[in-house]
């Protein structure tokens, strides 16, 4: 179960990479936007899509990451009182009984929005650039997949500090 746990965290920590480096044409974009818009007054019909579909990708990619770093938000100020495997187990309930499941089912249906967007050919209808919105959803949607594979390794290491085999790996 190592090895399956490490891969999963080899893969969030890889795709969190791909979304950190989004934040470069992010800026990019946006600097050549003000530029050219003050500057120059010619602003852009794309900059203001494109801008908004990186920044949705930028922090769907980065999720999973964030999971595995254990930087998301916490109510802690009695979970952080507990024994290791106390907040294993509170965890595990956690992740088991509610995160994972909605978010597994946020998954599938973003993967059906995103495929209806492909198999209809959408245009997001924001600007005179009108592109396919279907790569920003279908982005976003495996966002969530990886996300919930995350999800699963962090269940399958609560469980392994509750029940005995911890493994030096944090929950």
């Not at 290791?84 to 009984?97: E, P, S, T």
Request: glycine share 6%; charged share 15%; with cysteine.
């Amino acid at each position: 179960m190592h090895r399956l746990t490490s891969a999963i965290d080899r893969l969030s920590a890889g795709v969190g990479l791909l979304g950190a480096t989004l934040v470069i044409p992010l800026a990019l974009i946006m600097s050549y936007e003000v530029l050219a818009r003050y500057l120059l007054d010619l602003p852009t019909f794309w900059a203001y899509e494109f801008a908004y579909m990186l920044t949705g990708s930028h922090f769907a990619l980065g999720i999973a990451l964030v999971t595995l770093k254990g930087q998301h938000i916490r109510v802690d100020f009695l979970h952080a009182h507990f024994p290791r495997r106390v907040q294993a187990a509170i965890d595990l309930a956690v992740l088991v009984l509610a995160l994972l499941p909605v978010v597994a089912w946020t998954s599938w249906g973003l993967l059906d929005y995103a495929w209806d967007s492909y198999r209809l050919d959408e245009l997001s209808g924001e600007s005179a650039w009108n592109p396919l919105v279907w790569p920003v959803k279908l982005t976003i949607a495996m966002g969530f997949v990886f996300f919930s594979l995350q999800l699963f390794a962090e269940i399958i290491k609560a469980a392994a500090c509750v029940f005995g085999r911890a493994d030096g790996v944090d929950p």
